[in-house]
């Protein structure tokens, strides 16, 4: 089981816990379990919002699971300061197989957290991302996952980029959209949201990251 000593400690954490207790709030017909998060472009803070988000439901469930669906630039490997040998990428391609989970599953203690972290990294370069984000075996792998923990996290990649995130997206309870209020111009961030809809993804939240009248460590968290 891996340390991790940089989490940030709790008291700094308020606008996640007001995060985690929208997204409850959002569950209207049916519980919410597991949550995408994705932006625009690079760089607007999706993958620090997916590893304090996570950090927050641990202190209250037992089984929370991180994925790294970034399979082209992963970066929860480098949160939890873990290994990225394998992974989502290795266990997908082997997944006929039946393998055993806690060979690509790491568990992470947080520091001022009760519950360890249940982490799947991107794992293995792969030249088909969207081939495998997209086939049956993500689908079935998910909602056997979504069985076994509480909750569950995806940090995917930037809609304008790539369209890796739209398949996640569509067998996830819901997306979390990121937007730098510093780096994110108005009308990619509205075309990406535009995409979301037209794909059918359930939009949960925006959050506003690196505002001027926001600490560093704050989150704006807005919804219709």
């Given at each position: 089981?891996?340390?991790?000593?940089?989490?940030?400690?709790?008291?700094?954490?308020?606008?996640?816990?007001?995060?985690?207790?929208?997204?409850?709030?959002s569950a209207v017909e049916k519980p919410i379990k597991v949550v995408n998060i994705t932006s625009s472009c690079a760089n607007?803070?999706?993958?620090?919002?997916?590893?304090?988000?996570?950090?927050?439901?641990?202190?209250?469930?037992?089984?929370?699971?991180?994925?790294?669906?970034?399979?082209?630039?992963?970066?929860?490997?480098?949160?939890?300061?873990?290994?990225?040998?394998?992974?989502?990428?290795?266990?997908?391609?082997?997944?006929?197989?039946?393998?055993?989970?806690?060979?690509?599953?790491?568990?992470?203690?947080?520091?001022?957290?009760?519950?360890?972290?249940?982490?799947?990294?991107?794992?293995?370069?792969?030249?088909?991302?969207?081939?495998?984000?997209?086939?049956?075996?993500?689908?079935?792998?998910?909602?056997?996952?979504?069985?076994?923990?509480?909750?569950?996290?995806?940090?995917?990649?930037?809609?304008?980029?790539?369209?890796?995130?739209?398949?996640?997206?569509?067998?996830?309870?819901?997306?979390?959209?990121?937007?730098?209020?510093?780096?994110?111009?108005?009308?990619?961030?509205?075309?990406?949201?535009?995409?979301?809809?037209?794909?059918r993804s359930k939009i949960l939240g925006i959050v506003l990251t690196k505002t001027q009248n926001l600490s560093?460590?704050?989150?704006?968290?807005?919804?219709?």
């Amino acid at each position: 089981m891996s340390k991790n000593k940089n989490a940030y400690k709790f008291d700094n954490m308020e606008a996640f816990r007001k995060l985690k207790t929208n997204i409850e709030f959002s569950a209207v017909e049916k519980p919410i379990k597991v949550v995408n998060i994705t932006s625009s472009c690079a760089n607007e803070g999706k993958s620090t919002v997916a590893f304090h988000l996570a950090q927050v439901y641990a202190a209250k469930y037992k089984k929370v699971l991180v994925i790294d669906c970034d399979l082209r630039r992963p970066k929860m490997h480098r949160y939890f300061q873990i290994s990225n040998q394998i992974g989502l990428s290795d266990l997908l391609v082997f997944i006929d197989k039946q393998p055993d989970l806690s060979t690509y599953i790491q568990e992470v203690t947080v520091t001022d957290c009760e519950n360890a972290i249940s982490v799947l990294t991107s794992g293995s370069k792969v030249p088909n991302p969207q081939e495998l984000l997209g086939s049956s075996k993500f689908k079935k792998l998910l909602q056997a996952l979504s069985k076994q923990y509480d909750f569950i996290i995806l940090d995917c990649p930037p809609i304008s980029m790539i369209s890796d995130t739209f398949y996640v997206s569509n067998v996830s309870d819901g997306t979390i959209f990121v937007i730098s209020m510093k780096d994110t111009k108005k009308d990619i961030a509205l075309s990406s949201i535009r995409q979301l809809e037209r794909s059918r993804s359930k939009i949960l939240g925006i959050v506003l990251t690196k505002t001027q009248n926001l600490s560093s460590y704050d989150y704006y968290y807005t919804y219709e």
